[in-house]
C-alpha cells in the first residue's frame, strides 16, 4: 500500500537535490529523516505487538484529524 502526500515545490527540490543516482525519492526521504525501511525492521516484533502498535497508530490519527477540525471550527 502507498500514501501521496502534499510538498511545497520547494521541499520536492531539496529533496531532489539531495538524491543520489538510482535512489528513490521514498529512499531519499528515509535517509533525510533518518526512518528505518519497513524491510530492516521486519520480524522484529509479534504479530500481536505490531497490531496493537498499528491501533494504538490510528487512534493517535483519529485523534489528529479531530483536533484539526475543532481547530479550523475556531478559526472560521
Not at 502507498?2 to 538510482?22: C, D, L, Q, W
Amino acid at each position: 500500500m502507498s500514501k501521496s502526500i502534499r510538498i511545497s515545490e520547494e521541499f520536492h527540490e531539496f529533496v531532489k537535490t539531495h538524491k543520489r543516482e538510482g535512489e528513490t525519492m521514498e529512499e531519499t526521504l528515509r535517509r533525510l529523516v533518518g526512518g528505518p525501511h519497513p524491510r530492516d525492521v521486519a520480524g522484529i516484533l509479534s504479530s500481536e505487538i505490531a497490531k496493537r502498535m498499528r491501533d494504538r497508530l490510528e487512534e493517535k490519527r483519529e485523534a489528529d484529524v479531530e483536533e484539526k477540525r475543532e481547530l479550523r471550527e475556531r478559526f472560521d
